[in-house]
């Protein structure tokens, strides 16, 4: 398996509070997710935005070519990804939401 690239940003331009802890497990899982279920893992970007203090929304973004494969037959992969995150996201404390779009180089 080869890296993925990440980003973080933040609604208000602000890290969040010290206390809001950190979504870690949500964000691994996805990059994880996203690198074995494409063919160019190595294109796989996932990036990071705070939009309350425990609400985090994670953005998938893959080539072109590998958006069938993400989203899947009437969106069941693309489901199944956002069920795995959330529950993944819970484990610390965050309500966490999975966008997935096609990456633009």
Do not use: C, W
């Not at 497990?25 to 796989?44: D, F, I, K, M, S």
């Not at 705070?50 to 590998?66: W, Y």
């Amino acid at each position: 398996m080869s890296s993925t690239e990440s980003e973080v940003s933040y609604d208000d331009g602000e890290a969040p509070d010290s206390g809001a802890g950190s979504s870690q497990t949500a964000l691994n899982v996805l990059r994880y997710l996203g690198a074995e279920l494409t063919q160019h893992p190595e294109q796989v970007l996932v990036q990071e935005q705070f939009e309350a203090p425990n609400r985090i929304r994670l953005t998938l973004s893959v080539d072109k070519a590998d958006m069938g494969r993400v989203i899947g037959r009437h969106g069941k992969i693309a489901s199944a990804i956002r069920a795995v995150v959330r529950a993944a996201g819970a484990k610390d404390g965050f309500d966490a939401s999975v966008e997935i779009q096609e990456r633009v180089n």
